[in-house]
Nanobody, 124 residues
Framework: QVQVVESGGGSVQSGGSLRLSCTAS????????MGWFRQSPGKEREGIAA???????SYAESVKGRFTISLENAKNTLYLQMNSLKAEDSAMYYC??????????????????WGPGTQVTVSS
């Protein structure tokens, strides 16, 4: 069973940076794709970044150019470097072996292997 733990969240001012980390149970990163997701109160969870087995990345328009997803296989760790943070980036952030922005919202509602998440709060 997939187990993931996210970390690295915190409170920053607008324009600041954070790097999130996601450690996972063995063999999780042999999945076809890994992604980062976020959910803020009253909103649906959304996929914001993905990296596939070949290293190709994709991003939601809302974070493109500001966030960078990367994978360090030797450490079984997925990262999300977040720069130029905005107040609207405030949310709980999650990782999962799913292709981030390409996953339908309906599937995200049914998926039940989420980790505890890590909170990001950006003040303006």
């Amino acid at each position: 069973q997939v187990q993931v733990v996210e970390s690295g969240g915190g409170s920053v001012q607008s324009g600041g940076s954070l790097r999130l980390s996601c450690t996972a149970s063995p063999n999780t990163y042999s999945s076809y794709c890994m992604g980062w997701f976020r959910q803020s109160p009253g909103k649906e969870r959304e996929g914001i970044a993905a990296i596939d087995g070949g290293g190709a990345t994709s991003y939601a328009e809302s974070v493109k150019g500001r966030f960078t997803i990367s994978l360090e296989n030797a450490k079984n760790t997925l990262y999300l470097q977040m720069n130029s943070l905005k107040a609207e980036d405030s949310a709980m952030y999650y990782c999962a072996p799913l292709c981030g922005p390409h996953v339908p919202a309906s599937y995200l509602k049914e998926y039940n292997h989420w980790g505890p998440g890590t909170q990001v709060t950006v003040s303006s």
